[in-house]
């Protein structure tokens, strides 16, 4: 092992940026007991429950759109309807 | 050794002190960051470079911390932030920062710190081995210097080592406070041009960038783990090579330093018995050999300048030639014996080497070893 | 002015979903949030439960450079990471983000130095008052009379205030801001981002596991505790402090709600007695009236 091509490199210790980094599979949305269900016809775009999400999980894909929940990920903790004031969200048992 | 002496045509021979030693050697290898803190028998290291900085002859930060553990701590950051760097320490501040020492080590940050070698508690400001030898298990690469220049050398090289790619570890390089760190001797000193031909600017291996934004050191399960202490593994064996490599490569430029990791002194094919000691120990036992010569016994003295890795194949190859083998350890592992007398004994065990084995601790909270007290130690076991 | 959501929802997405962090994580809102209103954030994390919550080797939810150091080492590892960027000409907001055991306690000595160095640093403290990460022990900043793990009666001594500490480093900024109120945290936040020099925002970040509240009212929690006057919100520029819009109209004892209120929705505070309570109410506005005189 004396010529330094062969050396093995060395193993850093660097995560990198991951959705569903949590160990496991990473779909943290198996933790849920209730999911939030959105209500479109009540919302008024105010984002306040993406404002709030804790995960990010609340999606808004541009200004204007309506957000949507990425149930894969969301672990229910019942926030955006919590925070919601147009009632446009509700939680419901899994 | 070459004989250096200060001649108009070798102007570079100054009296220097170990700490002094340090500090030009940290000049030449231009770190960026030095984040430090005070505490003797360094200091004189800090002092020197604030100095040098202050005057404009050192381009570089020296970030006047408030604790040794923020010393490392910074050097963590600097070193990830992408640039060279450099800190010192001693004794109890090398104890105070230890959780980011092993943090430097096991994460593999390539940062060079010198340790002047102070006893620890009770006060106590004399050298003996105590606090370096304490972090030999931290993932750094450690070197024990005999003398002013040789403070020089290893430094320098310790910034090439550190940061060949296929090591990527942080360096300590030992001294010996008082005797080496406030004692002046000659030092050759090389030039810039010189040292920059030998030290290429620094090259991160990873460096924290928002362009490519990665987690260093997070959350890290068994497997990780594993992983990560059989790769520090690998890079000790491959430090095995490089740093013979890097020695011989310094010994061509500059005419100092051998390419190997012991140095022998004296006759080894024709020794009645090897004397092995680190750091100015090992100086000192070379001094008796003449006395020792005249009372009729040929000894040999084997100085590892490296502890981590440790040099086994060469301690083993030079060991099967003595018959007789005394280890004086100027620290102790409570409960056992000295540290280098137990990793000596099991590599010995492990090679099937024939030897009569001798060991004593002496040296301690700077206790003088004269080497007539060496060669009297020599005369009790043969 | 309190910045405009559409200006949020354009900036880069900091935290991943599907992390580490609990159901209705306090400190996860506290750092999408915060993080998201800098420009070239490198942030640097001790011991906290910001440092569990990023999941496990090889993969992280933070999706900024991230440096993982020791309890005590926030700060200094900062200062390593800003000279350095500095020396390589990197423009770079470096930050610290640990809790309150981090700043409150352990690690105090770190960032005084860096603070007294002036290093440029934006070090934010989400605080949820205690030790979350170990299992809710108490901390400097537990409050009195909150049970924690090691406080099983109730804890006997005053919340530390660190931001007056702090204060008296002398440092450009130094803000308190709360999940409560996302918009004002973020404006906040981006003011820093923009200044030079050690800044210092405190966030309260309620933490449903270890206070036992309920998930979904996290962002409740750190409206009450503004308007119940338990956490004001203020900035402190060149010595000078400012009550913030969200928080002005608290500094008048009348308009503030009831303590009870943030109490009552919160575990760690059910086995207070009266005498706790009054105490409480006492420390809080020994704070209050530390801090006017500070306007």
Known sequence: ?94 | MRKVVQTMKNPNVQLLTGNAAVATAAKLARPKVIPAYPITPQTLIVETISGMIARGEFDCDFVNVESEHSAMGAAIGASLGGVRTFTATSAHGLLYMGELVWWAGVTRVPIVMPVVNRSLNPWNIWPDHQDSMTFRDAGWIQFYAKNNQEVLDLTLCAFKIAEHHKVWMPVMICLDGFILSHTSAQVEIPTQEEVDEFLPPFKPLAMLDPDDPFAHGSLTDSKGIWEQRMSLIDGFNNARVIIPKVFHEYYEKFGRLSKEMIEIVGDINDANVAIVAIGTLGEEAEQSLEVLNKRGIKAVVIRPRVIRPFPKKELIAALRKVPKLLVIDRAVSFGNAGQLAIEIQAELYANKVDIEFHQIIRGLGGMDVTYMDIASEVGKIM | MSVKIKEMLDRPEVLLRGNFACAGCGLSIAYRTAISALERPIVVIPACCASVIQSLHPHVTYNVPTLNIAFAAHASAASGISRAKKRRGEKVTTVVWSGDGGTYDIGVATWSGAAERNEDILHFCYDNGFYSNTGAQRSGATPRGASTTTTPTGKQEKRKSITRIMAAHDVPYIATASIGYPRDLYTKAKKAGNMEGYRFILIDAPCPTGWNSDPAITPELGKLSVQTGYFPLYEVENGKLTFSKRGMKYRDPDKRLPLEEYLDRQGRFKKMTLVQIEELKKDLQFEWDMLLRME
């Not at chain 1, 991951?18 to 919302?43: H, L, M, Y």
């Not at chain 1, 929940?69 to 229910?76: A, E, F, H, N, Q």
């Open chain 1, 1 to 94: 092992m004396d010529n330094e091509s062969e050396m093995k490199d060395p193993v850093l210790p660097l995560g990198r940026p991951t959705v569903g980094s949590a160990p496991g599979p990473g779909t943290t949305g198996d933790w849920r007991t209730s999911k939030p269900i959105f209500f479109e016809e009540q919302c008024t775009k105010c984002y306040q429950c993406w404002l709030y999400c804790p995960e990010g999980t609340i999606r808004v894909d541009a200004k204007g759109e309506y957000p949507y929940i990425d149930y894969v990920y969301c672990k229910g903790c019942g926030v955006c309807v919590h925070v919601c004031p147009q009632d446009a969200l509700k939680m419901e048992k899994e």
